[in-house]
């Protein structure tokens, strides 16, 4: 099972949400807002506006946020 997740350069929660998906053995496809071309949009769709990220896709369920656990 696979994960899409929406990250920028330097953050955090990010890098938090990467490592644990690394941790607990789950593939995933990083898109960096920032130079991903069409990722900006993509990102405001599936945040209704918000400019957040991490954003994490998996089987359809739109995650925003990392608060670890």
């Known amino acids: 099972m696979g994960v899409t997740i929406y ?33 900006m949009e993509k990102l405001a769709e599936l945040t209704a506006g918000q400019m957040v990220v991490p954003v994490l896709i998996e089987d359809g369920d739109v995650r925003v946020g990392f608060g670890g656990g």
């Open 7 to 39: 990250t920028k350069v330097g953050c955090p929660y990010c890098a938090a949400a990467k490592a644990d998906l690394t941790e607990r053995g789950i593939d995933y496809e990083e898109i960096d807002v920032h130079s991903a071309p069409g990722a």
